[in-house]
Nanobody, 122 residues
Framework: QVQLVESGGGLVQPGGSLRLSCAAS????????MGWYRQAPGKERELVARISSGGSTYYADSVKGRFTISRDNAKNTVYLQMNSLKPEDTAVYYC????????????????WGQGTQVTVSS
């Protein structure tokens, strides 16, 4: 079983910055892609940014140039640096990771964190 624990959310004024972290732990053999999603009230969950095991990145158009995703493979951790935050970035942010477990058959996993609230407001 693989657990993801997020941290770093909070309340910030428009134009401010926050850095989210997500650490994976448990029976992990390898982690492939890691990503950040968000869900605002009344809206569907959407992909914000994604990073492959080799470091290739993808960003939603709404965050390009403002958010940066990175990862530390040695720590099984993914980060999301969020700059120039806007009120429309307000949402619960979820971490996702997919990979192979360290059990006998290297069973695949696709795990989610519990979510961390980001509120952008003056």
């Amino acid at each position: 079983q693989v657990q993801l624990v997020e941290s770093g959310g909070g309340l910030v004024q428009p134009g401010g910055s926050l850095r989210l972290s997500c650490a994976a732990s448990g029976s992990i053999f390898s982690i492939g892609a890691m990503g950040w999603y968000r869900q605002a009230p009344g809206k569907e969950r959407e992909l914000v940014a994604r990073i492959s095991s080799g470091g290739s990145t993808y960003y939603a158009d709404s965050v390009k140039g403002r958010f940066t995703i990175s990862r530390d493979n040695a720590k099984n951790t993914v980060y999301l640096q969020m700059n120039s935050l806007k009120p429309e970035d307000t949402a619960v942010y979820y971490c996702n990771a997919a990979g192979s477990g360290s059990g006998l058959y290297f069973d695949p996993f696709d795990s989610w964190g519990q979510g961390t609230q980001v509120t952008v407001s003056s």
